[in-house]
Structures are given as C-alpha cells and as structure tokens.
C-alpha cells in the first residue's frame, strides 16, 4: 500500500497512451531534428557561459536565448509576482531546469550538489553551500536571491509533496515558498521526468519536445517563530507550496524514493539464465551430502554446494569447521534423506559397535596442544563414521572392512 502511494506521486513512465502517443509518434522525426539543432547550440551557449562574467547583460541575454533554444518558457502567476528584494526561496522539485525557470522569473541563485559539473554550475548560477552559514553568508554578501530545493528528488508535482530536508536552511531568515509547475505542450505531451530518469535523459527530452511551460507562483513569505522547531518551520512552508499547487504533503523523503528505485531497477533487470539441469544436480549432490552428514542442515549443504560444485569438497568443509552451522536435531535428521544412513543395502541395522557414533570431547584440556589433540581426534571420529556410513549405505566392497 505504501508503495502505491509513493509511486503515485512520480510519473511512472514516459510517453502518454491512445491518441497522444500517436501524436508523438507523428512527431518524432521533426523532434529528432530539434534536438540535433538544439544539441549544438546549448554546447555554443554553455561555451558562452565559461568566458561571460555572472553579472554581464550579455550572460542574461544568452540564458534568454538558451532558454528559447531548450524551448523553456517561464509564466509568472499574476497574482504571486516576486517583490525585488534579495530572499531565500525554498521551492519544490519537477525537473533538472528548475533553477533556470527561476532564473528568468527573477534574478537569483541556486544551490547544489556537491560533484555538478562546473560548467553546468555557471550556467545555470549554482553554488555548492555545505552549511546554513554559508547561505546566510551568500545572501549578506551577493545581494541576490538565492533557491533551495529541500524536497532533495524530483516529483510529477501533480499529486504530492515530499519531505523538506533541514539541510543548509538557516532559522534566522525569512523565507518565500516558490510553487512551481511544469507542462508539456499537446504535440508531444511526454512526462518532464519519471520515477527512474536520469537529469540526462530528462534534459533529451527538453531538446525533443517542442516546448515547456513553467509556471512559476511567489508566496507571502514566512519567518520561523520564536520556540519553533526546524523541522515544524519547514512543514509550515510546504504546507503553503501544496495548498497552492492543489495536491498533498505526504509522509515520504527523497530516501524513500531512491530505495524504491533501486526495487524498480531490480526487478526490471534482466537475470541471467540459469543453464538446464543445475538444480536437480545440486538436489543431487546434497542428498549425497545429506546421506553423509545428516544431522547437516539442508540449506547449509546447498549453500556451500553453489559455490564448490563438489560433494567431496562440501564434506570435508563441514567437517573441517570451514562452514559452520547449527547440528538439526536427531528427529529431524532421520525424517530427512539420511534416514536410512544407518542401514545396510538390505535395510539390516549396522552390526553393534561398527560405528563409534560418540564424537564429542571426554574432557576439556587445560592446554592448547591437548585441545588440539583433542580436536584431531573428533575429526578422525567424524571421518571414520561418515566413511562406515557411505560404504554401507552405498553397499560397497572395500577390502579389510566387510570382505
């Protein structure tokens, strides 16, 4: 049930279904060759980006021109416009292109990872700020407003809001939530990012489609009140961004959604086939194991099995104390394969006093040698009664024993 609810709030693939998908398809060849074109002007611009200062005209110009390139196209809501002063924005997450929607709704900021590529980090203004001092320290210093995205994952932003992370948010600072939405044109109405999308792939299908709409909504500000926890501040600002945008702030983190990746990925990779005929083999090979060692846990031999590929290596590893495991009960072992270990190859019992069936210590030395002694001497009983035990079971001839 938990599942469901998580993945409800992703899209969970990528091309729409029926009438839509036809329309894509149609598409497709235009769509190739927008994202060729649009492919060598985003690495001239990006290249534009390494030589032009942060503050130039010129910079804005080419983000202008970049984004039009992308076919990004930013809405301000009419009734939720920035007011000019330099603040800490904390919006939720729809795509990889957020901070560049942002960046044409108002002059600011972003921060990221650390690891992004630098050349993506000038274009697109990021700064890696490992601390909530150095977000307030940015905003004394630069002037300019700076995002956050403490949902840490993107989301449809359809259905639900996850948990913000407390990560780098200062509690002296007033901050204004920022309600972003994204859309696709009816040409091609594919999903800005899935459940399992790399930022690469969605930043392809930028370049495919022929237009994104974002619609960018600056709320009323908030300040933490004085006594109020972090996290309750933080609850209070998603909760404005989620009744703006219609939909829930739900009980999950960008932690719950990596490990449900990492379940999707699972089962939708590919197994290796198994070749025919490894199973029965190992069956076979562990009821001769068994039959040896019956008091031996089936699952143990198994396990072992797997890896030596060898009754005779398996044995001597369960014997040798190489594989350790916990001796089933008699009961159990005689309701098991070995039940009839103790018999000859006509059913009669074994003759009294053929198997030394006592293998455990008289008494416990004092010194190591003598507990190695001892040790060796358990292991040779051990031997010699598995020995007794496959020859009889096995009704062999083995001269100087019963012939």
Not at 12 to 31: M, N
Not at 80 to 103: E, K
Not at 200 to 218: A, E, H, K, R
Not at 240 to 263: M, Q, W, Y
């Amino acid at each position: 049930m938990a599942n469901s609810e998580l993945k409800s709030l992703f899209h969970l693939k990528r091309l729409p279904s029926g009438l839509p998908l036809l329309l894509c398809l149609l598409y497709t060849p235009l769509g190739l060759c927008l994202l060729v074109v649009r492919f060598f002007i985003s690495a001239q611009a990006l290249l534009a980006f390494t030589v032009l200062h942060s503050d130039s005209p010129l910079r804005s110009f080419v983000v202008r021109v970049m984004s039009a390139v992308l076919g990004v196209v930013v809405r301000t809501d009419p009734d939720h416009r920035p007011d000019g002063r330099p603040r800490l924005l904390l919006a939720n997450s729809v795509s990889c292109l957020d901070p560049l929607a942002l960046q044409l709704a108002t002059s600011c900021d972003s921060g990221c990872a650390a690891g992004t590529w630098s050349v993506v980090q000038y274009a697109l203004r990021q700064r890696v700020l490992a601390s909530p001092e150095a977000v307030q320290q940015f905003l004394a210093a630069e002037g300019r407003s700076l995002l956050l995205q403490p949902e840490g994952a993107n989301t449809s932003g359809r259905a639900g809001l996850l948990k913000f992370s407390p990560q780098n948010v200062p509690t002296t600072l007033e901050v204004q939530p920022v309600a972003i939405r994204a859309q696709r044109l009816p040409l091609a109405d594919v999903s800005v990012s899935t459940l399992t999308s790399s930022a690469l792939s969605d930043l392809l299908y930028f370049l495919f489609v022929p237009g994104t709409l974002f619609t960018v909504s600056f709320l009323k500000p908030i300040k933490m009140e004085e006594g109020e926890a972090i996290a309750e501040f933080l609850e209070r600002v998603r909760l404005a961004i989620a009744l703006h945008l219609k939909i829930t702030p739900t009980k999950f983190s960008a932690g719950d959604k990596a490990e449900l990746v990492k379940r999707e990925t699972f089962v939708a990779a590919p197994r290796p086939p198994r070749p025919a005929g490894v199973g029965a083999e190992l069956q076979r090979m562990a009821g001769q194991v068994k039959e040896v060692l019956p008091r031996v846990p089936l699952a143990t031999i198994m396990t072992d099995l797997k890896r030596t590929r060898s009754v005779d290596q398996t044995i001597a590893n369960l014997l040798e104390g190489v594989v350790r495991y916990v001796p089933e009960p008699a009961a159990a072992a005689a309701a098991g394969p070995a039940a009839g270990a103790a018999e000859g190859p006509a059913g009669a019992p074994l003759r009294p006093g053929a198997t030394d069936l006592h293998t455990g210590a008289d008494t416990f030395s004092r010194t190591s040698a003598g507990r190695q002694l001892s040790f060796e001497e358990r292991k040779r009983r051990l031997l010699e009664n598995a020995r007794r035990r496959y020859i009889e079971r096995h009704g062999l001839k083995v001269p100087g024993y019963n012939c």
